[in-house]
């Protein structure tokens, strides 16, 4: 069976990246960054706490470290020219695109892999053996999240012109508000849309709220991977959820269970929807820039 033709595209970029030395360095930053159990959640999740390690390294640390790797990979060939060059080859700028992507997460998901295993590893021999399919499927998710994470990047790199633009918007947009800061933005734009101020000790049961705060891609990540944990229905990081119900602990972070509490739960909070909000970043920014790129200027 003959190879896609995005293939060559997809093999240099992984190629390059893996060359790279900020990508090994991301690794060990990725261990430091997860490895911090507390007793709460030894508590709560037993020797399942090593794959809570797993969520905690993919939040903020990880994403930040994509977009680096990757927010100059249609940006840096328009201004450097080689993108003409790359058109001159049997390849549409679909093709170019779907390589971009495909390339830059195989060359950032592998680091991540292999902080993956030595958390496994450090985890498994301190706190003893966790459930192989909640870490697997924790890793799973996470490789979804960076496959995202790259797309948003190739999409934003895609639509502008110049470095200054793309640096804006991925980290002081994307990263800064989206990842960072959503749970404040989410509850001031639930605010805005309301009225009603939040407590966030005691938020209200209005899935308006939670579904605002689900619409960030990493509190959507963390949804699902709590979700995998067994824990309870929130985007917050899994150390914050436990605190929230654990006794005689109050911490601010929005849980759906706590909120809730006796109450029915909306269908569309259900945690197997965040998978549709990740796919939704994954899909429509790139098809978007897609549109944009195939009829763009090179220059």
Known sequence: MALPRWFP???????????????????????????????????V????????????????????????????????ERTSGSL???LGLPLTRTDILIGKVFGRSVGAVLPFALATVILGVIGGVKFGLFSPLRFIGVFLVTVLYIVVLVSV?????????STVRVTSVLFGGFFLLLTLGW?????????????????????????????ILRLSPGRAYRTVTNWILGLANSGGQYTSVI??????????????????SGQPVPVYLHESLALVVLLFWGVVPLALAGYRFKRGDLA
């Open 9 to 43: 595209v997809a093999q240099k970029e992984a190629v390059a990246l893996l060359k790279s030395k900020g990508t090994w360095i991301l690794a060990p930053l990725l261990v430091v960054w997860g490895y911090g159990p507390t007793y709460q959640s030894w508590d």
């Open 45 to 76: 999740l037993g020797p399942n706490v090593t794959v809570g390690f797993v969520q905690v390294a993919g939040s903020f640390l990880l994403p930040l470290g994509v977009l680096l790797l990757t927010y100059r990979s249609i940006i840096q």
């Open 84 to 86: 003409k060059f790359l």
């Open 153 to 161: 990047a190739t999409a934003a790199s895609a639509a502008t012109t």
């Open 183 to 211: 749970k404040v933005v989410g509850v001031r734009l639930y605010l805005a849309v309301t009225g009603n101020a939040v407590n966030p000790l005691e938020p209200p049961a209005d899935g308006l709220l939670f579904a």
């Open 243 to 260: 605190d929230v119900l654990y006794p005689g602990i109050s911490t601010n972070e929005y849980v759906v269970d706590a909120a809730f």
